[in-house]
């Protein structure tokens, strides 16, 4: 049985509102689907936001009836004056708002719609998912079309759109820009979904253009909200949201985040994150396992904190690594435990070590290996970093890492942040 699209509103409603209670009691946060579709398109439930650049033109959108039968449209017109120009119809289902501070942060949203060609020429038309969030709109697409002309009703869809699939809709230009994308963080501003149909005339002459709906549904993934502490229990693939944990290590397109109590960590994943050692932040993002056997999260969004300072563990080179943490195989839960590792699992965590270096490889890897006669492990400097000499006796504060080893388990790895040598200086002392 279908649920009408008002009773649908509805029912999201009182969704949204144990999502509330869901805030309170944070214990019984869960990722969740929120769902909005219409198939009768009232005028009254939609509401329409037309933006024009270049020479313009005007558009429209009307509700209408198929021929002989009893299904409703959405009818959309645009034409277009002689080029440059370009104008987009945007339509907003009222009731179809998200807020991520009741809710959760959102993972990605899909998006479906039948559509056909009304005028036999949709070439010029696009069209795709659109969000209106804090007075600003946001559209993702073009939505791939399915041929140049068609009048049968055909089903189109974007799926796990992030909020970088999005660009902010701007009066100028060819409309979309990528100056702007949405909030998808769990403490963003309320959003409203619905749809944009547009279109683009660089030609002389004027365009007519459009195109119907027939049935539009939108789909909201909240991302799993999940302490830092967890985060690597949860399997390969699903979406998390990780609240503030303290950055102990930034490198090129990737970042460490730890737990204030330093009782976990875990490498992220982002290009151009902007991060620096020593702030907070936290991530939106999915769990994967890389080659080297680490989890990691794959961001699409960090959002930055204030100033937090985390102290590395010190700790002898056997104990770096640790061995397996809740692993399986199977699903990528929890974390592999390095080749011959003993104690607990550290990878992703801040250390410091101390040892003798055996041998230095600047070629290739710019590493050394370090030993300190409980164990040996290497060390991986990055290039604006010096490198120590052999036989140099060192201190070294970085992270907790593996690399894989086509023999057997992953190697302990450590990532450097800093080094200084111990030549005749004090001797390390350990603290948990």
């Not at 429209?60 to 277009?80: A, C, K, N, Q």
């Not at 799993?224 to 102990?248: F, I, M, N, T, Y």
């Not at 060390?379 to 890492?401: K, R, Y």
């Amino acid at each position: 049985m279908r649920v009408p699209v008002r009773k649908t509103i509805t029912l999201v409603s009182r969704f949204l509102q144990c999502c509330a209670l869901a805030a309170v009691l944070p214990s019984l946060a869960r990722a969740s689907q929120i769902w909005f579709d219409d198939t009768a398109f009232q005028n009254p439930d939609w509401d329409l936001v037309t933006v024009a650049a270049g020479s313009g033109g005007f558009a429209f959108s009307l509700r209408d009836h198929m021929p002989g039968r009893t299904e409703t449209y959405r009818g959309i017109t645009l034409v277009l004056n002689p080029g440059p120009s370009a104008i987009c119809v945007v339509h907003f289902r009222r009731g179809a708002e998200v807020d991520p501070k009741t809710a959760g942060a959102i993972g990605h949203v899909s998006f479906r719609m039948t559509i056909r060609d009304s005028f036999g020429q949709m070439g010029p038309s696009r069209f795709g998912p659109a969000i209106q969030q804090n007075g600003r709109i946001f559209v993702a697409g073009p939505c791939p079309w399915f041929s140049a002309s068609t009048t049968s009703w055909t089903r189109v869809a974007m799926s796990s759109l992030r909020a970088f699939d999005f660009m902010e809709l701007a009066p100028q230009g060819t409309l979309l820009s990528r100056s702007g994308r949405p909030d998808f963080s769990p403490h963003a501003p309320p959003m409203q979904l619905g749809f944009a149909w547009w279109a683009v005339n660089s030609g002389a002459q004027t365009v007519l253009t459009g195109g119907s709906v027939h049935q539009w549904s939108v789909t909201v993934q909240t991302a799993h909200p999940v302490a830092l502490r967890d985060v690597k229990s949860k399997p390969d693939g699903e979406d998390v949201s990780v609240g503030h944990g303290v950055v102990s290590a930034a490198f090129p397109d990737v970042f460490y985040l730890s737990a204030a109590d330093r009782s976990s960590g875990i490498r992220v994943r982002l290009r151009n994150h902007g991060l620096t050692a020593g702030t907070q932040a936290g991530v939106i993002g999915s769990l994967k396992t890389n080659e080297h056997g680490e989890r990691f999260i794959e961001a699409w969004a960090v959002y930055p904190g204030g100033a937090a300072a985390i102290r590395p563990l010190g700790m002898r080179i056997a104990d770096l690594g640790g061995g397996d943490a809740g692993y399986d195989p199977a699903s990528g839960r929890g974390q592999r435990g390095v080749s011959v590792g003993r104690g607990l699992n550290n990878i992703g965590l801040l250390a410091r070590v101390a040892g003798k270096v055996e041998e230095v490889s600047g070629v290739v890897d710019r590493s050394v290996v370090l030993n300190d006669g409980s164990a040996a492990v290497r060390v991986l400097f990055s290039e604006l970093m010096n490198l120590p000499a052999p036989g140099e006796f060192i201190a070294v504060t970085g992270i907790s890492s593996c690399l894989a080893d086509p023999d057997g388990g992953p190697l302990r790895t450590l990532l450097a942040v800093e080094w200084e040598s111990i030549a005749n200086g004090p001797e390390m002392t350990a603290s948990r």
